[in-house]
């Protein structure tokens, strides 16, 4: 999610017309990848469309399956809990921009979201959002 003031209306002049479904490639979209992937694969594949509100607020929300590595350390098998570090961010913004980090856990044979949320700092502002999600 983030905002475009470009993408601003006012819905009384088009006929109470609040949202509108976009293809992707048709708006500015982060460049957000994940920076330690296994498969060398940056880029999303499949582009969806986007849905823009009259506020300019925009959500994108491409499927995607991201590949990444981690340490395992099995010392209290079959009790174990696994972190594994994800590091999103962009390859046109800097870190004082827009950076991404996410945990997650995983435990036993299931891979789960532990917290639901990335950290994500824009500027020198912190926020916590939806995964993967810009504001």
Do not use: R
């Not at 976009?22 to 969806?48: C, K, Q, R, S």
């Amino acid at each position: 999610t983030w905002h475009d003031y470009k993408l601003k209306w006012d819905p009384d002049d088009y006929g109470g017309v609040e949202m509108i479904h976009v293809p992707a490639e048709h708006i500015w979209l982060p460049d957000i990848v994940l920076f330690n992937n296994a498969d060398g694969n940056y880029e999303v594949t499949l582009m969806t469309k986007a849905t823009v509100y009259y506020s300019g607020e925009i959500v994108w929300k491409p499927p995607a399956l991201y590949k990444s590595t981690c340490e395992i350390d099995v010392e209290y098998f079959p009790f174990d809990e696994q972190s594994c570090l994800m590091k999103f961010g962009s390859w046109t913004y800097d870190g004082y921009e827009v950076s991404e980090t996410s945990l997650f856990f995983l435990t036993g044979d299931h891979a789960k979201l532990q917290k639901g949320c990335v950290e994500i700092l824009i500027g020198l502002l912190h926020k916590l959002c939806s995964l993967l999600s810009l504001q």
